[in-house]
């Protein structure tokens, strides 16, 4: 018969941490005084340059519900951007791209799944987005909504691929995402999509999306403050004064 284990008294010194730069999360620096009143603005990305392109569709779709909910919305067109590191970072629609995610509180990504994976246009899309840009960071902080379409039985290899994404750009991925299956089947010769359960997911998303964006919009920059990033602003403070000094 096993024993329950009593929780040992812990050492409550902290040898290594540097407790000026240890902040405590304060419940009070949650609340905003003054929110935004501008509108949400959100870049919408998807993942085929084809003349009829399911993720484009979807991405209509979700443009429209949020746009009904009072966002600003802008899609970016794939179509000329250049593959990452063939072209200098000056190019058109590179600098178009740098700029809209600069400008986006959050963004929805959508991709077609192939080979089990999002496609190389997808991935050349956020590969071209910078985590730096001089002092600013252009997705970090920023909401993130993924979806997908498929061709065959529903899957979700795509929108678990930029999950992976979305948290390496340092982004605040929602909860729900929408994978839609025989993607084919789901949209009018207009291109609208037809009533189905993968529709209301996508209104699931949108919605799940814009009130994750109204919460964080504003406390970005107390979200994503982190101890080992006050510590190096620190240490290179010190060290260009020690220079200085010399």
Known sequence: MNKERSVPELDQTFPVLESELFDVPDQGRL????????RPRFLMLYGSLRARSYSRL???????????????????????LPLPDDAADTHPKV??????????????????ERHGAMTGVMKSRIDWIPLNSGAVR??????????????????FNAVNQMRVLGRWMRMLTIPNQSSVAKAYAEFTEEGRMKPSSYYDRVVDVMEELFKFTLLTRDLGDYLVDRYSERKETAE???????????
């Open 138 to 155: 252009p997705t970090q902080d920023k909401t993130l909504a993924v979806m997908q379409v498929s061709g065959g039985s529903q899957s």
């Open 58 to 80: 979807l991405t209509f779709e979700a443009a429209r519900l949020l746009e009904a909910m009072g966002g600003e919305v802008k899609i970016f067109d794939p179509s000329g």
């Open 236 to 246: 290179k403070l010190s060290e260009r004064v020690n220079q200085s000094a010399i």
């Open 95 to 112: 600098q178009e791209l740098r700029q809209l995610a600069t400008w986006a509180e959050g963004m929805v990504w959508c991709s077609p």
């Open 31 to 38: 609340t905003v005084r003054e929110p935004s009143e501008h």
